[in-house]
Nanobody, 118 residues
């Protein structure tokens, strides 16, 4: 099983920036993809960005050009640089890992709260 720990959330004004971090531990040798999801208040959890072990990335349309996902294979860590934040980016952000390009493990981190004030 994979354990995930997120950090870096907080309160920021619209237009500001935050950087989220996530580190995986446990059964990490089968991880081939890591990503960030978010769950706004009263809404379903959604994929924000993902990155494969080869470095391929994909983003939700709502964050393209503002968010950047990156990784550190040595530490099995993934980061999310969030710029030009908007109030609608307010959510709990979760890290997730998976063994392949279309699969995710069921385990989630505890999440980190991001609040963007207008």
């Amino acid at each position: 099983q994979v354990q995930l720990v997120e950090s870096g959330g907080g309160l920021v004004q619209a237009g500001g920036s935050l950087r989220l971090s996530c580190t995986a531990s446990g059964n990490i040798e089968r991880i081939n993809r890591m990503g960030w999801f978010r769950q706004p208040p009263g809404k379903q959890r959604e994929l924000v960005a993902a990155i494969t072990s080869a470095g391929s990335t994909n983003y939700a349309d709502s964050v393209k050009g503002r968010f950047t996902i990156s990784k550190n294979n040595t530490k099995y860590s993934v980061y999310l640089q969030m710029n030009s934040l908007k109030p609608e980016d307010t959510a709990v952000y979760y890290c997730r890992s998976g063994p392949g390009p279309t699969l995710w493990y069921n385990s989630w981190g505890q999440g980190t709260q991001v609040t963007v004030s207008s």
